[in-house]
Every structure is written in C-alpha cells, then in structure tokens.
C-alpha cells in the first residue's frame, strides 16, 4: 500500500498525485463524520448511563457510511 508520492518517482505526474490527494481527502471526511456520528452516540456526561439504543443506531450509521465509501 505504501507508494511513493514525490513527483519524479517513476512516472508519478502532478495531475496523478492530485487525484490521490483527493481520493485521501474524501477518505479521512468520511473517516471524521463516522467518528462524529459514533461520538453523538455516546454523549452525555460522565454520570449518564450510555443509552444504548442512541449507541446502536449511531454505530449502525457509521458503518453504512464507512461500507458505502469503501465501495465507491
């Protein structure tokens, strides 16, 4: 997975490593917002009992959007 990213490697051209920048960049906004998603899940204070239900449902969303991406 770990490849070279430096213009003038091999035959890498600018227009090659903007696109891999921008598939990188989709990847951690989806990263970010499946966080989000599981963090809304298990919020409240520290003497709240997680609500388990908010929990799955939120957990259930990140995962769908997670499947989504990796298949795009």
């Known amino acids: 997975m770990a490849r070279q990213i ?4 091999g035959t890498v051209s600018n227009a090659a490593l903007e ?7 989709a990847r951690v906004d989806v990263l970010t917002e499946a966080l989000r998603l599981i963090a809304a899940g ?5 003497f ?8 799955a449902v939120a957990a259930r969303i990140a ?8 298949t795009a």
């Open 6 to 9: 430096m213009v003038g490697y």
């Open 19 to 25: 696109q891999r920048l921008h598939v990188l960049e």
């Open 42 to 46: 298990l919020e409240g204070t520290p």
């Open 48 to 55: 709240d009992e997680p609500d388990r239900q908010t929990c």
């Open 63 to 70: 995962r769908e959007l997670l499947i989504t991406q990796s």
